[in-house]
């Protein structure tokens, strides 16, 4: 069984770096795509972006300039970083698989999840809640 | 981006009653490969959302078979054929057309 889990702070001060780290148990990273959302209190869910094995990434172009996300494949995690953080990145924050079926290609010139057949985001972690604030 | 809606925001509902929660997209969602780029999730209360339904009406693995999704290019509709007291929660529908993804807004099922 495909098991997510996300770690890191609770607790992040405005201005600083929030990290977060996403431990893939029951897969390998080496497969599928991996995915970063979250949802403010109260709210709906945000995308923030993708990550493959290779290290090729995409963003939500409202969050590009502050986001990092890297990829360990010999510890089957992926990681988030946010810069400058403020108030309004406080949020749950969840780590999601984009499962694909890698032997079917169906757009060769795609480098996300839609170069594959798709399955949707099928697993997600329990979340974890970040609060900025000093 | 791709902008998307759902009707009705709030929808109480009775057990063994069908049910249906509509999506509405900016842009069609209907790629050139055939397959539209939709999908369903449910968030029940304090729990992590899940996949129902992917690429416009494939179930999930394990998704009962009561939930069912439809549509094409921009209007797609999930329908619960009897709703069970397990069903509620927020259902969003999402495209995975284009990047970003993005969410409708949620549906609120509960129970009348």
């Known amino acids: 069984q495909v098991q997510l889990q996300e770690s890191g702070p609770g607790l992040v001060k405005p201005s600083e770096t929030l990290s977060l780290t996403c431990s893939v148990s029951g897969d390998s990273i080496t497969k599928h795509f991996w995915s970063w959302i979250r949802q403010p209190p109260g709210k709906g869910l945000e995308w923030i972006g993708h990550?493959?094995?290779?290290?090729?990434?995409n963003f939500n172009p409202s969050l590009r300039s502050r986001v990092t996300i890297s990829v360990d494949t010999s510890r089957d995690q992926f990681s988030l970083k946010l810069r400058s953080v403020t108030a309004a990145d406080t949020a749950v924050y969840y780590c999601?698989?984009?499962?694909?079926?890698?032997?079917?290609?169906?757009?060769?010139?795609?480098?996300?999840?839609?170069?594959?057949?798709?399955?949707?985001?099928?697993?997600w972690g329990q979340g974890t809640t970040v609060t900025v604030s000093s | 981006d791709i902008v998307m809606t759902q009707s009705p925001v709030s929808l109480p509902v009775t057990p063994g009653e069908p049910a249906s929660i509509s999506c509405r997209c900016s842009?069609?969602?209907?790629?050139?490969?055939?397959?539209?780029?939709l999908d369903w999730y449910l968030q029940k209360p304090g729990q992590s959302p899940q996949l129902l339904i992917y690429l416009g009406s494939n179930r999930a693995s394990g998704v009962p078979d009561r939930f069912s999704g439809s549509g094409s290019g921009t209007d797609f509709t999930l329908t619960i054929s009897r709703v069970e007291a397990e069903d509620v929660g927020i259902y969003y529908c999402?495209?995975?057309?284009?990047?970003?993804?993005?969410f409708g807004p949620g549906t609120t099922v509960d129970i009348k």
């Open positions: 842009q069609s969602l209907l790629h050139s490969n055939g397959y539209n780029y």
């Open positions: 999402m495209q995975a057309l284009q990047t970003p993804t993005t």
């Open positions: 990550i493959y094995h290779t290290g090729r990434s």
């Open positions: 999601a698989r984009v499962a694909v079926d890698e032997d079917i290609v169906l757009e060769p010139a795609d480098m996300g999840p839609n170069r594959y057949y798709y399955y949707g985001m099928d697993v």
